[in-house]
């Protein structure tokens, strides 16, 4: 009887633990999607016609402002773009297998297809008759 | 004219009882097996037959792991023995990813199509393909529209589109194209927005729930959704499962994709076939495509000549092949287009492959159970004496011939409007309709007076 608890017990907190996994990795993605668009909305104020005239900008970093260049601003933001791409396919990549191994876990089957490469857009083009029916 | 037409038509419009056809097997759901692949006794509208029910959940779970493709099962039994009735169970608990395409074997023979090509469409038909779509989408809740026109009146619009989700928020700038697009699906703020982001495509979702008291006249066709979750830029995945067939017809050139819906799709050239199968092996090689294989059920096979059977050899060896099933009810029979006589009427090359399932009659207990079933899914209710006179005839003439009583002995019993079928009813349609048997001691007494009327003892030519 103990060991039955036991053993439900440790179940348990395995299933809470993938899905706690799963959550967290979700809300990251969130988050770096926020920066991601706060960075794509600095990129599209530098771009701004009205300010050209000014070379240099006011960059926030944490709490104190500093006068930078803006071609330097603006590849700095690039390459956390970059970054922040990279890192959330990453996790999405991360949240497949995760989520996986949730339903593997809770004795659900595995979702169909789902470690499929897509196809290229030509490919769904092509075969885009089929697929609206 | 047209006006005209319709206005003669009105009158036509009847108001019918909703009738429902009810096919001969419509009541079966499954195999009605349990999870260790026990049969049940009676489950799923399934009854009796036990052990061929088991071999069928067998083979079943191997096609549903994949194990399997390539093979081929033959299910035997005497005529009205639920040969047919295994078949759809096996469909029926397949799902629907798997293909399943049942056909007769009589269906091959047509003067538009030859009969290897009709069998080349089914084989085809029967296996599907998983492929997957990927989008990335920009989904949220529009906030805010603002477009600055120009104050000459010409040149580029510029603006500004602020998007939700219940996480966050932004900003997008918007180029002219983007504002031409938004206007013409007249996105407004409180819509919900996607965004295409290789496309640029707009889909307007609905109306957000936070807006749903801002105009209290509201169209029926708004629809409201909640406020999407999450982040804004999101990736799309949809899996799609397409049969072969279906992608040989929209690369048969002449055909075009609209040979689809008409139904008609003619012969497809033996070069389209083999791009398609280079260009799906292609992607399952890159990981872009699953094959699916599907089944393909065969009612009626000695109906398929010799020519078809060398051809279902040879099918069933490439590594595109769906699984097999097909059913006779025929004993030792002579091949059709031969004369040489065969088990079943299939050659011996074609047996030594097949793994077959043999059906038995249906003892008494099981033909009440089933004559039980059947009139649940008639609607019709029937008194216990008359379940047991039925189920004699059932026992002594056929299964068939005692279901076909079911539906019009109920008719009877409405016309005299009682509410249960009584013996009466099942003796009045007992006299009205002969069965089989005694349809065949008619024509023995009467032949004289029938016309072409030739010798006795000729047997039923079959093949």
């Keep these: ?133 | 004219m047209a006006a005209q037409m319709a206005a003669t038509k009105v009158p036509e419009v009847r108001d019918i009882t909703r009738i429902e056809r009810i096919g001969a097997h419509s009541h079966i759901r499954g195999l009605g097996l349990d999870d260790a692949l026990e049969p049940r006794q009676v489950s799923q509208g399934m009854v009796g037959q036990l052990a061929s029910r088991r071999a069928a959940g067998l083979i079943l779970e191997m096609i549903k792991d994949g194990h399997i493709a390539g093979r081929a099962i033959l299910i035997a039994g005497q005529p009205g023995t639920g040969k047919t009735a295994i078949a759809m169970g096996i469909a029926q608990s397949l799902g629907q990813d798997t293909p399943f395409t049942a056909m007769a074997g009589s269906e091959i023979f047509s003067l538009e199509m030859s009969k290897t090509e009709a069998l080349s469409q089914a084989f085809r038909k029967a296996i599907g393909v998983r492929i997957k779509e990927e989008t990335e989408i920009i989904e949220g809740e529009v906030v805010e529209i603002q477009i600055d026109r120009p104050a000459t009146g010409t040149g580029a619009k510029v603006g500004k589109l602020t998007l939700k989700t219940t996480e966050m928020e932004t900003i997008y700038d918007l180029g002219s194209k983007m504002i031409e697009s938004l206007s013409k699906e007249r996105v407004q703020a409180g819509d919900v927005i996607t965004i295409d982001k290789a496309t640029g495509k707009i889909t307007k979702l609905g109306r957000s729930f936070t807006r749903a008291r801002d105009y209290d006249a509201m169209g029926a066709q708004t629809v409201f959704v909640q406020c999407p979750e999450g982040e804004l830029q999101k990736r799309k995945e949809v899996v799609h499962t397409v049969s072969l067939h279906e992608i040989d017809v929209i690369n048969s050139r002449t055909q075009g994709f609209l040979a689809l819906f008409s139904g008609d799709t003619g012969e497809i050239k033996s070069e389209v076939r083999e791009q398609i199968n280079a260009k799906v092996s292609e992607w399952r090689e890159e990981g872009k495509a699953e094959i699916i294989p599907g089944v393909l059920f065969i009612d009626e096979v000695h109906m398929l000549d010799i020519e078809c059977f060398s051809f279902l050899n040879r099918a069933l060896e490439s590594d595109l092949s769906p699984v097999l099933i097909m059913a006779t009810n025929r004993g030792i029979t002579r091949i059709r287009g031969t004369n040489y006589q065969s088990p079943h009427g299939i050659p011996i090359d074609m047996l030594d492959r097949l793994l077959i399932i043999a059906t038995s009659p249906y003892t008494e207990k099981e033909t009440r159970q089933i004559l039980k079933i059947r009139c649940e899914e008639e609607d019709v209710e029937l008194s216990e004496e008359a379940h047991t006179v039925l189920t004699r005839i059932g026992l002594e003439t056929s299964l068939r011939y005692a279901i076909q009583l079911i539906s019009t002995a109920g008719l009877v019993c409405r016309k005299r409007r009682g509410t249960e079928v009584q013996v009466e009813d099942i003796k009045r349609v007992y006299s009205l309709f002969l069965d089989e048997s005694r349809s065949s001691q008619y024509m023995k007494e009467y032949q004289d007076s029938f016309l072409f009327n030739e010798a006795q003892g000729t047997q039923m030519e079959t093949s």
């Excluded at chain 1, 944490?62 to 970059?82: H, R, S, V, W, Y």
């Excluded at chain 1, 989520?99 to 885009?128: C, F, M, W």
């Design chain 1, 1 to 133: 009887m103990e060991d039955e608890s036991q053993r439900i017990l440790k179940y348990l907190t395995e299933v809470e633990e993938a899905a706690e996994d799963v959550l967290s990795d979700k809300q990251q993605i969130v988050d770096l999607d926020v920066k991601r668009n706060r960075n794509r909305e600095a990129l599209n104020a530098l771009r701004d016609d009205s300010q050209q005239s000014e070379d240099k900008v006011k960059v926030c970093f944490g709490n104190m402002f500093i006068k930078l260049p803006k071609a330097t601003t603006k590849q700095m933001i690039q390459k956390d773009q970059e970054q922040l791409d990279k890192e959330i396919s990453d996790l999405r990549k991360r949240l497949k297998a995760r989520v996986n191994h949730l339903n593997h876990l809770q004795g659900r089957p595995d979702l169909v297809g789902y470690n499929l490469s897509p196809l290229t857009s030509d490919e769904i083009k092509a075969i885009n008759n089929l697929l609206r029916r």
